[in-house]
Structure formats: structure tokens, C-alpha cells
């Protein structure tokens, strides 16, 4: 047992050595088990950070307007403690074995999150911006559970998320571009999702736990900063770090817990047509803090899914992602960029869903 314990202390030294490593070079791809206002902060930080090296090509003489659209989205399927996998099998609570704090009568099986985040930025001088961003989000789950009339069922969730406003300074120095962002998360997105669970049974409306929410219920500030430096042959190299602090505790008595991205990325952009872009990131979401007591049951075990611990979420990531830009016209005054990622490596704080992958499309538009 000590010996156990001792390993994954290594463990986690090596993970936070990584994220050292990376601190300070663009923020990756969600991990899993997040809640939709985690997604939808991803598309923030795609739009406003990822394509730096577009910005050395804007116009210095004039002020403008840049709009974009982001459509991301996230497969989780299966199951992981810690970065063990583990099957369906073994979350679900049966009649007859004992019940545990690791096992569960209600079990989400597969969850798709949606995102659609439009996007206005307005270039102040040719080195600081303003933005908003407005997200847009759908979710559907899957669940089995041991419930009479709840053999297999779904809910979902879908609408406004939190909405951003964002401030970006970005200089160039010869061959490299730089972008700080600080903004603010406005809790515009609802905490108070509904749906036909088996807490109460069939043909009642209990809140949805914290996964199908659909924004933080918080203000919550962001910051990233990105660099990209070009190389030469056509390429071009980069990476960012970018934060996500909560504020307070919202009106159901909990907190989405923090995070910290970093990532590097490689991109080939001797053409503008087409534009080849290698990325590996790191991603640690911290726990919830405090919990919405709705979502608990009567007994010694309170917590009818894994979802509805708060101590269930969180944890840290490895993601591989392969992404191609293409631009209209060799200024990059409109762009496209497409992107697919998957997780390299996963440690869950307690029992989770795992990230399958996921998939990215924006398109933006200088004017």
C-alpha cells in the first residue's frame, strides 16, 4: 500500500513536471468530464490565441473589425480511475454485490458536448483589441441505470453559455509575435438545467448535476499568452499558457474548479492555402468545490452517479491534436482552420468518463 502510494506521488511529480516544462508556450484540447463552460472556454482560447501568427499580417494603418464563428465538439465514452480504464461493468452498482463509494445505480455511458461560439473583435490600435464572444451550447448523455423505468435514457441540455469580453495586447519583434489576454467570464449561462432523472422518479423535473449545466454561475477571469516565432523554410513554432480562475460560489452552493493549459505546436506556412499545424498540450482542471446538494439522495451513499460527486471531477491530460489552416488570400484577412485531437494520456481525480475526441472548426473574418 505504501509502495502504491509512493508511486503515485512519482507520478504526479512527473505530470506537474510537465506542465512546468510547458509554462509560459497555447491551450489544448478539453479534458475530460468537463462541463460545458470548460468546452466553450476552449473555443475562447482557439479564437483569440491559436492563430498568432495571423496577426503579423494585419494591416497597420488602419483600425478593424474581426468576426469568427468556432464550432467544437467533445466525445467521452467509457471510464477511468485515476488513469486506470475501467468498464461500465465496474461502475454500475447490480443488485445482490455491495454497494461502495465506487460503484453506482445511474451510469452515464457516452456524452457529446457542442459548442457554437460566435466571436466580435475590434482592433483599438495595431497592438491592443477588445472582444466578445457569445457560446452556444448543445449536450446529450446517455445513461444506464438499475432504476425500474430508467433501463437506458437521455437527457440533454441546450443553450446560451457564459458570454466573454476579452482585452489582447499583441507586438512583433522581428521574426516573433506575442499575444497577452485578460478577460472576464459573464454568468450568463443557466445553473438551473432541468430533466427527467431517476432521483424522484418517472415524470418529474429534478436539476441536472454538473456535466449538463450549461455555464459556471460564476465571474471568472481568464489569461493566456501566446508566442510564435518563425523559422526558417516556411515554419513556423509556438506555444501559450492560458488560466481560468473562479470567483466566489454561485447560487447552488459550488465552484467549477480552475484550470491551466499550456501547449507547443509545430506549423508548416510556406503556403497560405494550406497550412499543416502539429500540436501536444497539457490541461489540469482542478475539483469543484462545494457541492449542489439537489443532486444528492437519501442513505449513506448520497451520490446516485459519478457525476454528482464533486470530488469526481478534475484531473490532468495529455492531448495530440493535428490541425490545417487555410487562408483566402495571402494576407490572411479570412481564414479557416480545422482541427482533430486526442488524448495521449489521462488521470482522472476519482471515477470519470473519459475523452474519446474531439474536433474543432472555425472560421474567421477581417474586415
Same mark, same amino acid.
Given at each position: 500500500m505504501m509502495q502504491h *502510494?509512493?508511486? &503515485?506521488?512519482?507520478?504526479?511529480? %512527473? #505530470?506537474? !513536471? #510537465?506542465?512546468?516544462?510547458?509554462?509560459?508556450?497555447?491551450p489544448s484540447a478539453a479534458?475530460? *468530464? =468537463?462541463?460545458?463552460?470548460?468546452?466553450?472556454?476552449?473555443?475562447?482560447? +482557439?479564437? %483569440?490565441?491559436?492563430? #498568432? !501568427?495571423? +496577426? *503579423?499580417?494585419e494591416s497597420k494603418d488602419s483600425k478593424r473589425w474581426k468576426f469568427g464563428y468556432a464550432y467544437r465538439s467533445l466525445s467521452v465514452g467509457g471510464y477511468k480511475s485515476g488513469s486506470q480504464s475501467i468498464s461500465f461493468d465496474d461502475v454500475l452498482f447490480s443488485p445482490g454485490e455491495s454497494r461502495t463509494l465506487q460503484n453506482y445505480p445511474v451510469v452515464p455511458t457516452f456524452i457529446d458536448q457542442e459548442v457554437h461560439a460566435f466571436s466580435a473583435k475590434y482592433a483599438c490600435s495595431n497592438k491592443f483589441s477588445v472582444s466578445l464572444i457569445v457560446p452556444i451550447i448543445e449536450q446529450s448523455t446517455d445513461h444506464i441505470s438499475i432504476v425500474p423505468g430508467f433501463d437506458q435514457f437521455i437527457?440533454?441540455?441546450? /443553450? %446560451? /453559455? +457564459?458570454?466573454?469580453?476579452?482585452? $489582447?495586447?499583441?507586438? !512583433?519583434?522581428? &521574426? !516573433?509575435?506575442?499575444?497577452?489576454? %485578460?478577460?472576464?467570464r459573464l454568468p450568463t449561462g443557466s445553473i438551473n438545467e432541468l430533466g427527467d432523472t431517476p432521483r424522484n422518479g418517472a415524470g418529474t423535473l429534478e436539476r441536472l448535476p454538473y456535466t449538463m449545466q450549461l455555464g459556471s454561475g460564476t465571474y471568472?477571469?481568464?489569461f493566456a499568452i501566446n508566442r510564435?516565432?518563425?523559422? =526558417?523554410?516556411?515554419? $513556423? #513554432?509556438?506555444?501559450g499558457f492560458a488560466t481560468t480562475i473562479r470567483t466566489g460560489i454561485n447560487d447552488n452552493g459550488y465552484r467549477l474548479g480552475d484550470t491551466a493549459s499550456a501547449n507547443l505546436w509545430f506549423e508548416n506556412n510556406s503556403h497560405f492555402r494550406f497550412q499543416p499545424i502539429a500540436r501536444i498540450g497539457f490541461r489540469h482542471n482542478a475539483q469543484i468545490s462545494g457541492a449542489d446538494t439537489s443532486l444528492l439522495v437519501p442513505g449513506p451513499f448520497q451520490f446516485p452517479a459519478s457525476i454528482t460527486d464533486p470530488d469526481n471531477f478534475g484531473g490532468e491530460k495529455i492531448t495530440?491534436?493535428?490541425?490545417? *489552416?487555410?487562408c483566402a488570400v495571402q494576407t490572411c484577412d479570412h481564414y479557416l482552420t480545422a482541427e482533430f485531437g486526442r488524448p495521449l494520456y489521462q488521470d482522472l481525480n476519482g471515477i470519470q468518463p473519459k475523452k474519446r475526441n474531439s474536433f474543432s472548426i472555425s472560421v474567421v473574418s477581417q474586415l
Open positions: *502510494q509512493k508511486n &503515485k506521488i512519482s507520478h504526479r511529480k %512527473l #505530470v506537474s !513536471t #510537465v506542465l512546468i516544462v510547458l509554462y509560459g508556450l497555447v479534458i475530460a *468530464q =468537463s462541463t460545458p463552460t470548460e468546452l466553450a472556454s476552449i473555443s475562447f482560447e +482557439d479564437l %483569440l490565441n491559436v492563430s #498568432v !501568427t495571423t +496577426d *503579423q499580417n437527457l440533454s441540455t441546450k /443553450g %446560451l /453559455g +457564459d458570454i466573454a469580453l476579452d482585452s $489582447s495586447y499583441h507586438w !512583433t519583434d522581428k &521574426k !516573433t509575435s506575442t499575444r497577452s489576454s %485578460l478577460g472576464l471568472d477571469i481568464s510564435a516565432h518563425d523559422i =526558417s523554410g516556411g515554419y $513556423s #513554432v509556438g506555444g495530440a491534436s493535428f490541425a490545417i *489552416q487555410s
